[in-house]
Structure formats: C-alpha cells, structure tokens
C-alpha cells in the first residue's frame, strides 16, 4: 500500500535521500500505512537465531511506520529454549539491480541485532536452498549502536549451504547513535559491485564480479533478533519507517519469474552458463522464440544488449528483434564465432510500463541451436 508519510511524533525523517543519479526511477516501495502489515506484499520473519524465536505478531504498525517488538517470551524448538523473541519481514517481490533503500531508526535495548539485507527467502529460514547472495547493507549490534557493518555472504545455494566468501566494507563509525534518530541506509546494487551509501553519502564499494558469483533475484528483509550477552526487552522498539527499490537499467534473465518467455517446443536446460553464471536454455528446433519483456519503470532511451555464449554447434544467423516504442530492428549473430560476452543491438526509446521486447527466434535455415539466457535495457539520458 503506497501512501503520504506520516511519522511518529517523536522522530525526525531523516533527510529523504536521492538514488545515485536521475535515470534512476522509483519501482517499488511501502510506507507502512494502514492498521496492520500488507500480507500480499510480505512474508514474515519466523525462525529460531540466535537467542531468539521470530514471531509474525512482533511485526506491527504503529504511526505508519513498522515497529518490530522485542519481547521477554519462552520458545522450544527443536530441543532449543529460545527466552526472547524477535521478527520482521520479507518483500514478496523480488528484485534484481537497483537501489535499495530504507529509513530506519535502532532500538536502544542492549542485546540486538537490527538488520536490512538482501537475500533470496521467505522468513521460515535463512539457510534455506535458493539463496546465493546475501547483501548487507546494515548489521547493526545495539550495544555498539555507532559502527555499521555491511558487506556480502556469497553462498553455494543449496540448504544448510556452505560460504564461498564474505568481502565486507570497513565498518562505518557514526558521529551520533543508529538510535537517536531516522537515517537512511542505501546500497546500490549494479553490474560488478554494490554500493554503499549513508544519509545519502557513498561510503564503500564491494566488487561481485558476474563472471565469478551467481546473479540471482533477492527477497527484501527488514528483522532484529536477540544476540547479546545481555538481552533487554520492552523499551523502544527496531522502527522502519520507509522502504524503496529504484531502478535505472532492466535486466531479463531466464530465470526470473518474470518478463521471460519461451515458445516452441524445444527448449531444454542446458550445462552451459552464461552472465551471471546463470545456466542456458537452448533449442535447436527452427522457428522457436525466447522473448525478453521488461516491465519499464520509466520511458526514456535504453541501449539494448544480448548476452552470447560462443558454442560451436550454436545457431550461426541467430535473429534477434527490438521493438521499441518508436522503432523496430533485427540483427542477425553468429553464435560460433568471437568471444563470450555482451552484444549491441542498439539504442532504443520505450514508453512506461509493458511496451517494448527484445525476442531471439531460432532461423528456420541455418544449423545450430540458439542458446538463451539475458537480455539487458542500460537506461540513457
């Protein structure tokens, strides 16, 4: 639900900050109105960590912001005494490149641990199967209410998974306490690296090469769980008061559960990968089409590239079509020859909203197999 924010009387919003430039537009966001959380729009945090057990009814609104309580409550699970309970909450949605971003005040109760991070899941677990980044744009102990930890975790994806790295920022030192007040805390998440911002001011860069880890959609969290040595509930609770996802360039891979398609009958997974180490489709059948549809959250000029994986026996005239608000092109590619990589096909206008697609037909003439895999609109002035 998107509305006018209105907040608590005994906080100051925190200086709303711009994303990294104007060709970045605002493609989702919540502002916590209304009598409860949005279940269409997020899950809940509900797993034992730590010392606590997170629990949906923590999650509440209060003066149109979301307020997690902390809470002095008896858990058993697993065998496992839990003695406080924590929460939060998940997007439904999931995102790809773009800025992230969340106004967001700490509690003041010594033994937290406040968090908005990045990472494919639904709450009931955070080392479920699936996730293969994990973007931290704040790790914030409440006893040490001035230092901002943030980084990465790069998992193998699968459950109960084990970490392939964790490159992390230096931490960020506060001249005034995450408790005092609102700030807002923002990472930009982009092709090679994710940037890191506070109050608006960039303080770190993390390289995530996409020849080397996963590119894989993440879930939103906004969650506190106990972790201290001295717990204390009641008192303030973990307040976001805001949160937005802005996008500037569109990028459509195959396995997104959206603006990716297929017609024809023979498709099939392939062992090849491609950008991002994202596994290939193929078809080797003629006249067979995967169309990449972007859902654009504003008009304006987009350059269009396709991402070709060289294979000898891929199709050697493949026909590649952007229709664009204005203009229509197709250009023929050889996919035998040359290097693995990003491929032009130029410079196109597209309206708001469904109104353009980039679509790889398999040439009814010429052998070879198509090889499908992304798509990308690089936003332009």
Known sequence: MLSTLVLAPTLHQAAHAAPPSSLYGIAWEDTFTGAAVDETRWYFRRDAKLKSFQKKENAVIVNDQLNILLKNETNVVDGITYNYTGGGVI?????????????????????????????????????AAGRWLEIDQFEIETGAPKVIQSGLNIWDGVEDGASLGAPRCPNKILTTSSAD????????????????????????????????????????????????????TGGTP?????????KRDQYIMNDRPYGYSESGGGWADSTLTGFGK???????????????????????????YIYKV????????????????????????????????????????????????AQYVKNTVRSGCQRSGAVKFVRVP
């Open 181 to 232: 007040d609102l700030h807002t805390y923002g990472a930009d998440w982009r092709e090679g690296a994710i940037d890191y911002y506070f109050d608006g001011v960039k303080y770190c860069t993390v390289a995530y090469p996409t020849n080397t880890y996963r590119q894989d959609p993440v879930n939103i969290w906004l969650t506190i769980i106990a972790n201290g040595a001295q717990v204390v």
């Open 310 to 357: 060289v294979h000898p026996n891929a199709d050697t005239q493949a026909e590649i079509t952007v229709h664009g608000a204005t203009s229509t092109s197709t250009t023929s590619v050889n996919f035998t020859t040359g290097s693995s990589g990003w491929i032009d096909l130029g410079q196109f206008y597209f309206n708001y909203g469904n109104s353009g697609t």
């Open 278 to 304: 994202i596994p290939q489709r193929y078809s080797c059948t003629p006249g067979d089409t995967a169309t990449f549809a972007p859902g654009f959250n504003q008009s304006g000029n987009y350059q269009v």
């Open 91 to 127: 997007s439904k949605q999931q995102f790809g490149y773009g800025y992230f971003e969340v106004q967001a005040r700490t509690t003041s109760n010594p033994g937290w641990h406040s968090a908005f991070w990045m990472m494919a899941g639904d709450g009931h677990d955070t080392y």
């Open 238 to 246: 973990q307040i976001f008061d805001s949160v937005r996802f802005y």
